[in-house]
Structures are given as C-alpha cells and as structure tokens.
Antibody, heavy 118, light 109 residues
Framework: QLVESGGGLVQPGGSLRLSCEGS????????MNWVRQAPGKGLEWVAS????????FHADAVKGRFTISRDNSKNTVYLQMNSLRAEDTAVYYC?????????????WGRGALVTVSS | QSALTQPRSVSGSPGQSVTISCTGT?????????VSWYQQHPDRVPKLMIR???KRPSGVSDRFSGSKSGNTASLTISGLQAEDEADYYC?????????FGGGTMLTVL
C-alpha cells in the first residue's frame, strides 16, 4: 500500500513537504509518481522519479517550484512544494506501476489534501 | 503538456456498450503504446482499468477493453452495469512527461 502524509493548510508563497511511504512491494525497483486533483476537477500529473533517481520529471505547471525525490532506504517518496499558489490546492496522490518500468499507475495512495489559502 | 481531449460526458442504458475517446497528438498518444485508463467513483481513489492501450490488469472485468488508432485511444465498456457509472480518465506517456485527459463522466441511464 501507499500512505501519504504532510498535507495541510499553508499560506500563499509558503512551503510544504509531502511524504509517501510504500509497503507490501519492492519499493526500490518501482518508479514513483505524484498526481493531483483540484476540488471538483480532473486528474493532473505532477512529477515522476525512476527507481534509482536517475530520471526526474516535473510538469510545466510546477517546474521550478516543486521537487520530487525518494529515499529507498525508507521506502519513501517526497514532494517538496515551494512558492505555493492558490491553484495548487488539491488532493495529492502518490502512485506507482509496481514495476521497474511501466507508464501506468497500478497502485494509488488515499491522497493528502493541500489547501493554499490566507 | 496539453491535456488529452475526452468527451465531457457519455451515457448508455444497462446492457449497452459505450466508447470513450481520448485524442492526443503525435507526441503522446500517437507516439507510444503507453495509454492507460482509470475509473474514479465519487470521493474514491482512481482505479487502473486498462494499461498499455489494451492490456487488462488482473481483476478487471473483461467488459472493459481498450484500443488505439493514430492519435486517438478508446475505452469500450460493454454490457453496461449501474456500477460502471463513474468518471473515466485516459493517461499517456509523452516522452519526458505524462498527461491525463480531462475526464469523461459516464452515466448509466
């Protein structure tokens, strides 16, 4: 399973770090992703990291503000979010193909709500 | 990284078939056989229904099938059931990024 943590209320311009811990599968060989969903809106891909962190990718909407990283010794993937804006308000899901390579999302966490508001 | 184009809504009666389209470009849907589909019921976590255009994960009903032609992928649901009523999203690899469709609301009449 995947369990996200670190969500909450933050003021515009502030920072927040989300964590997602995996269990029940070999975390270190799986690509990991962050996907978000604003209230009442559709799904939006945010960022991806390869198993060994040799490939890191971010959506244009968050590039330069958000950073994905992982610690395989802790079975955890992170999303550092800086310079937050109101439009970043969303439920943030971590997801994985549960495979070394796989351009799909087979396992999802329950999500962490991030609210950016003054 | 423009969103893939899906119809906002489709509908069908129980027992009928419906098809949801997902149109991208030659840089995403048309370039790779890495299109997947997700079902999301209200206030629930998305569920993988189809991966790699047409492969059905274990446990997914064989009423769900996927295909692709050029820059357009499609999800077909046959033998519609009330429980199929949900939002559906396509998702495509696009080189060094990934992109979702805008989502389609399926109503079972």
């Amino acid at each position: 399973q995947l369990v996200e943590s670190g969500g909450g209320l933050v003021q515009p311009g502030g920072s927040l770090r989300l964590s997602c811990e995996g269990s029940g599968f070999t975390f270190s060989i799986c690509g990991m992703n962050w996907v978000r969903q604003a209230p009442g809106k559709g799904l939006e891909w945010v960022a991806s990291v390869t198993p060994t962190s040799d490939g890191i990718f971010h959506a244009d909407a968050v590039k330069g503000r958000f950073t994905i990283s992982r610690d395989n010794s802790k079975n955890t993937v992170y999303l550092q979010m800086n310079s937050l804006r109101a439009e970043d308000t969303a439920v943030y899901y971590c997801a994985t193909p549960v495979a070394p390579t796989g351009e799909y999302l087979a396992l999802w966490g329950r999500g962490a709500l991030v609210t950016v508001s003054s | 990284q423009s969103a893939l184009t899906q119809p906002r809504s489709v509908s069908g009666s129980p027992g009928q078939s419906v098809t949801i389209s997902c149109t991208g470009t030659s840089s995403d849907v048309g370039a790779y056989d890495h299109v997947s589909w997700y079902q999301q019921h209200p206030d629930r976590v998305p569920k993988l229904m189809i991966r790699d255009v047409s492969k059905r994960p274990s446990g997914v009903s064989d009423r769900f099938s996927g295909s692709k032609s050029g820059n357009t992928a499609s999800l077909t649901i046959s033998g519609l059931q009330a429980e199929d009523e949900a939002d559906y999203y396509c998702f495509s690899f696009a080189g060094n990024s990934w992109v979702f469709g805008g989502g389609t609301m399926l109503t079972v009449l």
